[in-house]
């Protein structure tokens, strides 16, 4: 069943339908900075008031881990005029299969920067870093552009709207690396140190950027609270799916008729976004596997989507996780191997060489996949690799481990055969073998 | 000997190296110099400012060397050590010359499943080189990149570390290369969201003259 309800009269409310949205005079005209206006020049609301409707809306975050927003919010130690705090806004999406934050931030720049300010309100804080990937340099020099108008309209900097709030914003510049979109990592990055993720704890919320509290959030994510305070956490808690509610950006690539960022509730059937949103399979094809939120994400097969629901609960119960939600939609004719060897290679690429089980670890989940992918592999192998899977998994500084091993371990567990079938033969014969005979 | 230490797996870079960078050549502009400052003063420390000042270099110079390394940890006021630690662990850091065009064509996950090798090995063809390679006339380098997120208009290929061209064909490429022969970079193209094509007719930003559709990506032939 459809947790979105009747989701093909959803109105757009990260994303809608304005033209030039991302032009300031145009946002501010569809109510753009009114919630931070509300906030700042009336009495209705106080910093934790702010916190409180964010929590009631039942926010998750968006960049993977849909961790409670805020909640999140709430860690920050009380306020201490002498010791600076920080906001970061995760922007380094490198996830592969996500490409949602990219058209956010060029199409509705100043919600994100909104955003930051309310969750800066809310917390106490007077900078905000928003870290953008190296990668996307188009949409810097845009939201660059962007934020000096917003400067110069004074709603942000000092004394912003004539309040004694004052924040700063500043754009950082990635250089492209995958591990700057964990949070620890980025934090690193930021203070100009080689991207190292740190040990938690302590967690940011007590040593953060420069050691100092510090919140990250996910682009969409602090999108999110402008529409939470205009309009109530109970109306944001109303949309998708009870347990996890709110608009999403589905970001839906691979072989289907028409892939795209598209912006429904939480909650969809992952059958309605395939074949009702997304125009069905390419060229008539069959559905044979799909990864819902990006390559760390477990991959489900055909077979095990049927009711399967676009929310965390639904999709744990089925065997995968929310993720980002950028969904990649596999046909009849993939070959999963070589879909493996790619991903291992990514995160053989992307692995930082901070702990021993992960830099070393991905290097042989490549060779090894590589190795049956060539032909060239034996049926232990595919033990070797459960194996090495195992000793990666929750052995690190972060989950870069982790989202190297589970792929390994999902795609052979969900599509053994294939894998077997890439194999050299054993020549042990197997159980099934002496049945035939 | 064993062949291992004859032949040791890692290389140790070179800790002197000659300079590639003419010596005269080697500093920032004024104006540069200010906008360093500029980008130190947003930060608590200089620290902070090292991967601005970094891109900034490699915009001037092309790469990054270590005298160029140095130029810029002198200019933070931070150590070398710091700045060439920052220079080597990011992948968009150049650390030897490269064409004045790298192609970085995009072969993970959604790309390699529409067409993201064929176009990768289409343009190793056509340029005559293999992949983290530059052309003889020093025009073109091709790269292997990992997910540049822009999935949905996959395959895709990124010019320097800056202008995305989307949903590639061959023709796409073949157009690509004259254009950029004649040093006419391509413009900046906006991806359109499929439910803007249903409520607003397509493009959304009139400052943006080229907008492109997701499209379904090509049939792989070849998927490595």
């Given at each position: 069943m459809s947790k979105a309800g009747d989701w093909r009269n959803y109105k757009r409310v990260l994303l809608p339908p304005v033209k030039d949205l991302h032009k300031l005079d145009v946002y501010e005209a569809h109510e753009g900075y009114s919630a931070l206006r509300e906030i700042l020049t009336t009495d209705?609301?106080?910093?934790?008031?702010?916190?409180?409707?964010?929590?009631?809306?039942?926010?998750?975050?968006?960049?993977?881990?849909?961790?409670?927003?805020?909640?999140?919010?709430?860690?920050?130690?009380?306020?201490?005029?002498?010791?600076?705090?920080?906001?970061?806004?995760?922007?380094?999406?490198?996830?592969?299969?996500?490409?949602?934050?990219?058209?956010?931030?060029?199409?509705?720049?100043?919600?994100?920067?909104?955003?930051?300010?309310?969750?800066?309100?809310?917390?106490?804080?007077?900078?905000?870093?928003?870290?953008?990937?190296?990668?996307?340099?188009?949409?810097?020099?845009?939201?660059?552009?962007?934020?000096?108008?917003?400067?110069?309209?004074?709603?942000?900097?000092?004394?912003?709207?004539?309040?004694?709030?004052?924040?700063?914003?500043?754009?950082?510049?990635?250089?492209?690396?995958?591990?700057?979109?964990?949070?620890?990592?980025?934090?690193?990055?930021?203070?100009?140190?080689?991207?190292?993720?740190?040990?938690?704890?302590?967690?940011?919320?007590?040593?953060?950027?420069?050691?100092?509290?510090?919140?990250?959030?996910?682009?969409?994510?602090?999108?999110?609270?402008?529409?939470?305070?205009?309009?109530?956490?109970?109306?944001?808690?109303?949309?998708?799916?009870?347990?996890?509610?709110?608009?999403?950006?589905?970001?839906?690539?691979?072989?289907?008729?028409?892939?795209?960022?598209?912006?429904?509730?939480?909650?969809?059937?992952?059958?309605?976004?395939?074949?009702?949103?997304?125009?069905?399979?390419?060229?008539g094809k069959k559905l044979k596997a799909l990864v819902p939120g990006g390559s760390s994400t477990p991959v489900l097969r055909a077979d095990m989507i049927d009711g399967v629901t676009m929310d965390a609960d639904s999709l744990r119960e089925a065997g995968s996780m929310m993720g980002t939600s950028g969904m990649l939609i596999m046909d009849e004719d993939t070959d999963m191997v070589s879909f493996l060897r790619r991903i291992t290679h990514f995160y053989h690429h992307e692995s930082c060489g901070q702990c021993t089980p992960c830099r070393e670890g991905t290097g042989w989940l490549e060779n090894i996949v590589t190795r049956i992918d060539e032909g060239e592999g034996n049926l232990r192998d595919l033990d070797l690799l459960m194996d090495l899977c195992s000793q990666m998994e929750g052995r690190t500084v972060c989950a870069l481990a982790d989202a190297a091993a589970w792929p390994v371990r999902y795609t052979i567990d969900r599509f053994r055969d294939e894998f077997e079938a890439k194999c050299k033969p054993s020549l042990v014969p197997s159980g099934a073998d002496l049945v035939m005979a | 000997m064993a062949d291992f230490i004859k032949h040791p797996v890692v290389g140790l870079p070179d800790r002197k190296p000659d300079p590639v960078i003419p010596a005269d050549q080697l500093h920032f502009s004024d104006e540069e110099k200010k906008q360093i400052q500029t980008w130190i003063s947003r930060y608590p420390t200089a620290d902070g400012a090292v991967m601005r000042a970094l891109w900034l270099a490699q915009e001037k110079f092309g790469f990054l060397p270590p005298e160029v390394v140095q130029l810029v940890a002198d200019e933070l006021n931070i150590p070398y050590a710091n700045a060439y630690g920052v220079a080597t662990f990011y992948t968009q850091y150049f650390k030897e010359k490269k064409g004045k065009y790298v192609l970085d064509v995009c072969t993970c996950f959604s790309c390699q499943l529409c067409g993201g090798f064929d176009m990768l090995h289409y343009l190793e063809e056509k340029l005559n080189v293999h992949k983290g390679e530059t052309t003889e006339d020093g025009i073109f380098t091709v790269q292997e990149?990992?997910?540049?997120?822009?999935?949905?208009?996959?395959?895709?290929?990124?010019?320097?570390?800056?202008?995305?061209?989307?949903?590639?064909?061959?023709?796409?490429?073949?157009?690509?290369?004259?254009?950029?022969?004649?040093?006419?970079m391509p413009a900046f193209t906006s991806v359109t969201l499929p439910q803007d094509e249903d409520e607003l007719g397509g493009n959304r930003r009139s400052d943006v003259e080229h907008t492109e559709a997701y499209q379904a990506g090509p049939v792989s032939e070849t998927t490595r």
């Open positions: 209705k609301w106080d910093p934790t008031s702010v916190t409180d409707e964010v929590k009631k809306s039942g926010l998750k975050g968006r960049g993977g881990a849909g961790f409670p927003t805020g909640l999140k919010w709430s860690f920050m130690p009380p306020i201490d005029p002498d010791v600076p705090r920080f906001l970061c806004c995760n922007g380094d999406e490198s996830e592969p299969g996500t490409f949602k934050d990219r058209q956010l931030l060029e199409y509705n720049p100043h919600s994100v920067f909104e955003g930051m300010l309310i969750a800066s309100y809310a917390m106490g804080i007077k900078t905000g870093f928003l870290y953008i990937r190296g990668e996307f340099a188009d949409w810097i020099t845009h939201m660059e552009a962007e934020l000096e108008k917003a400067y110069d309209k004074g709603y942000v900097g000092k004394n912003i709207m004539g309040s004694d709030f004052s924040c700063d914003i500043v754009i950082h510049k990635g250089a492209g690396a995958y591990i700057c979109g964990e949070e620890s990592s980025l934090m690193n990055s930021l203070e100009g140190k080689r991207a190292y993720p740190r040990i938690k704890p302590p967690f940011p919320a007590q040593k953060g950027v420069w050691g100092y509290p510090t919140t990250i959030n996910n682009v969409e994510t602090l999108a999110c609270a402008p529409l939470i305070i205009r309009n109530g956490g109970e109306w944001y808690a109303g949309i998708g799916a009870q347990s996890h509610p709110g608009p999403v950006l589905y970001g839906i690539s691979g072989h289907v008729n028409r892939p795209g960022v598209y912006e429904y509730p939480t909650g969809m059937l992952i059958s309605d976004l395939i074949y009702e949103v997304a125009g069905g399979m390419r060229g | 990149a990992e997910c540049l997120g822009a999935c949905g208009s996959a395959p895709m290929l990124q010019i320097t570390n800056g202008t995305y061209v989307h949903n590639l064909t061959e023709e796409k490429i073949d157009a690509l290369i004259d254009a950029l022969r004649e040093d006419r």
